[in-house]
């Protein structure tokens, strides 16, 4: 129940994969001899199978390790490239980790910050957007589907509104890439973080589009050397992982909307059986503009954590408190959407995914539902 985690690489990618890490072993960068064509020819087939899925051209892809670096290639790189300009960056309260810790560290650089509240169930208000829009926003980076509520943002209006004022536009759809349709053209996005491992790839390995034309947008790298990926990305290419990438976004671009619709309709089935049996149990997000495999729930008076304890050995889960410090802190998109810290301390994430069985759904209903009880004492 945590595919938002991270996803099992599916059978026909890794297989995609093997023959890349010894047989056909070359580096991409060797031009002089066939190990080397093979591998680039390898990498350039991922490039046009990941463009093809976002609507963008294979020159337009840039490989990296993964959506954390896509995103710091996209914002820091955008920024280091017009250093010296007044700047205003505009950004959302619930984005990812790896953008809310740029977003400090642009704040520190002189850069001026906006971070846009979110409604109740996780969306930026337009109008406030376009109110917040200055003569010096250059960039909105705005996470396309959020990570723990599922909260799919209104991206074709928001692109929209971006092209008209000029601010640029970058989005991590590290979550929402394989789940919903996603087109660079048709929603305005200049720059767009992807992640393998979140859509059945490997993980270290991800990309970033970024628009050639109509606007051209230049990049300051993030670290220099071989040059290679036309010099915004140097470090020889993870080719095994590239090509189980490349694969991995092939197979949602033709099975994505069967899948996403089977997906919804286990999820509902999820949502149905728990709230029919656990009084109080509140939705965390929005109802219709949400991921198809998400459901983030908070179930007053059970502690998300001894739920999970009790759990532990039988569903993976996940909750609203980041654990990783001494004293957990809840988790600042859950107090965006206005849940009080008890309410985001009883709050659990379901992720269903591509291996999910309906029978392994209704076994986690049923033991999610009787730890409740016991926890609750009712039993
Ligand atoms: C997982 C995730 C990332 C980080 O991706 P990595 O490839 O693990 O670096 C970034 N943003 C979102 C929304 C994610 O879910």
């Not at 060797?30 to 899925?53: L, M, N, P, T, Y």
């Not at 991995?248 to 919804?264: C, G, P, T, V």
Request: net charge neutral; glycine share 8%.
């Amino acid at each position: 129940m945590d595919y938002h985690a991270s996803t099992p690489v599916d059978p026909r990618v890794l297989e995609a994969m093997l023959p890349y890490f010894s047989e056909k072993f070359g580096n991409s960068a060797s031009k002089q001899h066939s190990f080397g064509w093979e591998a680039e020819a390898a990498v350039e087939k991922a490039r046009e199978q990941v463009a093809r899925f976002i609507g963008a051209q294979a020159g337009e892809i840039y490989f990296t390790s993964g959506a954390t670096e896509s995103n710091h290639l996209a914002l820091r790189g955008f920024f280091d490239a017009c250093a010296g300009k007044p700047a205003h960056f505009m950004t959302s309260a619930i984005e990812h980790s790896s953008v809310r810790e740029m977003a400090k560290h642009f704040s520190q650089k002189g850069i001026q910050v906006s971070v846009l509240p979110v409604d109740e169930g996780g969306q930026v208000d337009l109008e406030k957007l376009k109110k917040e829009i200055g003569r010096e926003t250059l960039l909105l980076s705005l996470i396309m589907a959020n990570n723990e509520i599922g909260t799919l943002q209104a991206m074709a209006e928001i692109g929209k509104i971006c092209k008209e004022k000029e601010v640029l536009f970058h989005t991590d759809a590290a979550q929402a890439a394989g789940k919903v349709l996603l087109n660079v053209q048709e929603m305005n996005i200049d720059l767009l973080s992807l992640s393998a491992h979140k859509n059945y790839g490997p993980k270290g390995v991800g990309a970033l589009y970024v628009r050639s034309k109509n606007p051209r947008i230049k990049l300051e790298p993030l670290f220099y050397g071989g040059g290679h990926e036309r010099g915004l990305r140097s470090g020889t290419l993870n080719v095994p992982g590239i090509v189980g990438m490349g694969r991995a976004f092939e197979i949602s671009s033709h099975e994505m909307k069967q899948e996403s619709e089977a997906l919804r309709i286990e999820r509902d089935r999820l949502q149905n059986m728990l709230s029919e049996k656990i009084p109080g149990l509140k939705i965390n997000g929005s109802l219709q503009q949400r991921l198809p495999h998400n459901l983030n729930v908070s179930i007053p008076g059970v502690s998300s954590d001894r739920l999970m304890m009790n759990l532990k050995k039988e569903v993976a889960l996940s909750s609203g408190s980041a654990c990783a410090s001494a004293s957990p802190q809840a988790s600042h998109v859950l107090k965006a959407i206005g849940l009080s810290d008890e309410m985001a301390a009883c709050s659990l994430r379901f992720g269903l995914g591509r291996f999910s069985k309906p029978e392994e759904i209704d076994f986690v209903a049923k033991r999610v539902v009787e730890e409740v009880f016991k926890i609750r004492g009712c039993f």
